[in-house]
């Protein structure tokens, strides 16, 4: 017999508590195999006997350092958050659905846990276990109804894959009978959700919007374009200041040394860093990892679909979540309809709606990371890549070998049809116009050691990556992402794409390049136009004051605040008035590049356009518009960067340099009303951490880690790079033994003081 989804995830609770004493061991003994040393700024540096106590030491320094954040994503994975927290109606109902997701991602972690490697199972146990270890010693830290019972599961459950909630919520977007008018569910995308509707479209209509500069920006340099003759790898993320980079140093003797990012909840989460003998970056890319299908319903046979001529029940999945009901408990139950080709997230007029994906269920994800993370040399990495457990980012290498390597890497599925994108529904009445392979490793667009020695993304698609060897998109699938060079990327290109030699230190400088080359392409216009307008005395001065502008968002540069103000005007005039959050919600302009600029983007000349301005009017009215604006928000227009843009984390609150990349800065930030000052704006997200490595002999690397090892406001650790970030400087690692011993000011055991 056949049991429902919801027992099947309570036996595979009662396995796994069952597997984890299997291992006969307990939290002392592995306190016992782990040594942490922190070094400056509260960089832990774990030694561990084997790959359990390295878990149990990443679990027990995650929850020292960020506690209830830790906690909080165990129990979301477990789909529990519901049963805990006080909701009003519409929140529970919200928060039900995404614990009943979450226990469908739950019952495929404990189905895949043995199919994991042992080694990574133990990393997994191990880190439930720190987990456990940290809460038993720290009662206090916590609510009460927390207990020390994770296990390998709850962590598993973590990396589990879903399906695009953005693909769901663009497609239904766009039909036309959801954007009739209906009651609609108190959103915050627009998408009308009749009460009717599945889950996985309620929790799509949910689901928060990215920043649009969310991303990163990498670069990678042979050694023919270093002084020291040693390959570079430069490794940038920007994303919200909350989600989680952990930096910290993990070494098992005669397994791995490895140092990099650890993001927050999990031993091996989307990970970049580096070993002994190479190292990775990851940035953001955009591939087309799903397609969305349309069936026939049965007119015969309810929750029944028409497909190779016979009619096909559909899979239903009933999960009960629990949810706090004042001082009790109530159930409540969501249900889920599958094909075999994926959920089907949307019923209407006799279609049945499916999303496949390819990342839908991916188990493999840590594997493939700690794969990566112990690899020797290319193959060996390559080896892990082909796992292609991660469904998306580009891959940027280096290693002492001299060797710099690119990856698009994506789970892209091989169409047997021409893509509906997220706007259409393919139809399928025969099981092999469905997609059922993704397109192998290696045909992928990748470069090894392109001409000119560099490597470079700043989520551009991939044919640009080296001006050398430019890849022709005649080449790969229409599906595949188009060419694209946006400003952001154009301002790597100008940095890098040279002769020039550089060392470590250069790069760390130019990383920190606070140009804006959206400037640098369109001031000229922007003030011969106001000139001739005979303008008022303010408008000159504040004109007099852009002209000499240099062009930089510096904290102390003045004229960036006027010119991103004029710019944002400028927008939203080329989009009939209408509010536009940034240049970069039109993806590098194409929608609106003919109002914007006299010369839009051109694979033509892709590092040099756009340029010059459309419309001199609109950009005139945008100016007189931003002068009398800059007043209003900020007091005067006649103020620095730094006056207005702040880095602020708790009492911590300085002036700080950087901005979008739509504006064309390299060094990205974005920034939302200040708390305590309306006048002013305080840093969201954006550059955080950041890391250069030198592979050497032995490597050599800067870091920083902008808003600190720890989210307590009481810890030594928190918010306290955030000055050495501002300032656009850099710590040096410790990476050996020797730099770790000089460097160390705390020594301990999970639980214990070594001196």
């Not at 009619?311 to 094909?339: A, H, M, Q, W, Y």
């Not at 059922?436 to 989520?459: A, I, R």
């Not at 880095?647 to 708390?675: E, M, Q, Y």
């Not at 969201?684 to 090892?709: H, N």
């Amino acid at each position: 017999m056949k049991l429902p989804t919801y027992y099947l995830g309570l036996l595979g609770l009662f396995i796994a508590f069952e597997s984890f004493n299997l291992r006969n061991v307990n939290a002392q003994d592995l306190s016992d195999q782990v040594i942490i040393r922190r070094t400056a700024y509260g960089v832990p540096h774990i030694t561990a006997d084997n790959m359990l106590a390295a878990g149990f030491a990443l679990g027990y320094i995650q929850s020292e350092d960020y506690g209830q954040t830790v906690i909080d994503g165990m129990v979301k994975a477990r789909g529990e958050w519901t049963q805990y927290h006080d909701m009003n109606a519409q929140e529970r109902s919200q928060s039900i659905d995404r614990d009943a997701s979450s226990k469908l991602r739950y019952a495929r972690a404990v189905e895949t846990f043995s199919l994991l490697k042992k080694e990574t199972q133990d990393m997994l146990i191990g880190f439930a276990y720190g987990i456990n270890k940290y809460i038993e010693l720290h009662r206090g830290e916590f609510p009460i109804w927390i207990k020390p019972d994770f296990t390998g599961y709850d962590v598993h459950a973590r990396d589990i894959g879903s399906h695009s909630a953005a693909a769901v919520s663009g497609f239904l977007r766009r039909l036309e009978r959801l954007s009739a008018a209906r009651p609609t569910s108190g959103n915050n995308m627009g998408i009308r959700i009749s009460d009717g509707s599945t889950v996985w479209a309620r929790i799509a209509d949910h689901t928060e919007i990215p920043h649009p500069d969310e991303g990163s920006n990498t670069w990678a340099l042979a050694p023919s374009r270093t002084t020291s003759g040693k390959a570079i790898l430069l490794r940038n993320p920007h994303l919200s200041w909350n989600s989680g980079y952990y930096e910290a140093h993990l070494t098992i003797p005669g397994v791995m040394n490895f140092y990099g990012d650890f993001r927050i909840g999990g031993p091996l989460i989307t990970i970049g860093g580096y070993n002994e003998r190479l190292g990775w970056s990851t940035t953001n890319n955009d591939p087309d990892t799903d397609e969305i299908y349309s069936f026939q319903a049965s007119p015969s046979s309810p929750d029944h679909y028409l497909l190779d001529g016979a009619s096909v029940p559909l899979e239903k999945k009933r999960i009960i979540v629990k949810f706090k009901n004042g001082e009790g408990l109530g159930e409540d139950t969501r249900e889920f309809l599958f094909t075999p080709f994926g959920p089907v997230f949307h019923r209407e007029n006799g279609k049945i709606y499916v999303i496949r994906d390819a990342g839908d269920g991916e188990y493999r994800l840590a594997e493939q990371f700690l794969m990566m993370m112990k690899a020797r040399n290319l193959k060996e990495y390559k080896e892990g890549m082909r796992i292609q457990a991660k469904p998306s980012s580009n891959f940027t290498y280096a290693d002492a070998d001299g060797n710099i390597f690119y990856v698009w890497n994506a789970m892209t599925p091989q169409l047997p049809h021409a893509s509906g994108g997220d706007t259409s529904a393919v139809a399928v009445t025969r099981s092999e116009q469905v997609w059922h392979k993704v397109v192998p490793f290696d045909s992928l667009p990748q470069l090894l050691n392109p001409k000119g020695g560099y490597l470079h993304n700043e989520n551009d698609p991939f044919h640009y990556t080296n001006l050398n060897e430019v890849f022709d998109a005649a080449d790969f699938p229409p599906y595949f992402s188009q060419p694209m060079l946006r400003l952001r990327s154009q301002h790597a290109l100008d940095l890098i794409a040279n002769k020039k030699k550089f060392s470590l230190e250069d790069i760390v400088k130019l990383k920190f390049s606070m140009r804006l080359l959206l400037a640098e392409r369109v001031k000229d216009d922007l003030i011969k136009a106001v000139q001739k307008t005979a303008p008022d005395w303010e408008i000159t001065a504040a004109l007099k004051q852009l002209e000499i502008w240099d062009n930089t968002v510096n904290r102390e540069s003045k004229g960036g605040v006027l010119f991103e103000t004029w710019w944002e005007r400028y927008l939203e005039l080329a989009n009939g008035g209408k509010r536009v959050l940034s240049t970069a919600e039109s993806a590098g302009y194409p929608a609106v590049a003919d109002s914007l600029f006299a010369e839009a983007w051109s694979p033509a000349n892709p590092v040099s356009t756009p340029r010059g301005l459309a419309s001199t009017d609109r950009a005139v009215e945008a100016f007189k518009w931003a002068v009398e604006q800059c007043n209003k928000r900020y007091g005067s227009w006649d103020l620095a960067w730094g006056e207005v843009n702040r880095a602020r984390l708790g009492n911590i609150d300085i002036p700080v340099s950087g901005a979008t990349g739509d504006l064309g800065s390299f060094s990205v930030l974005w920034f939302i009303p200040h708390k305590l000052d309306n006048k002013k704006r305080e840093t969201r997200g954006g550059d955080g951490w950041i890391i250069a490595v030198e592979f050497g002999k032995t490597p050599r690397a800067y870091s920083v880690l902008a808003y600190g090892q720890s989210n307590k406001p009481e810890s030594p650790y928190f918010a306290d790079q955030l000055e050495l970030f501002a300032s656009k400087q850099m710590k040096p690692v410790a990476f050996t033994e020797a730099d770790i011993r000089k460097q160390v000011i705390r020594e301990y055991r999970p639980g214990k003081e070594i001196k």
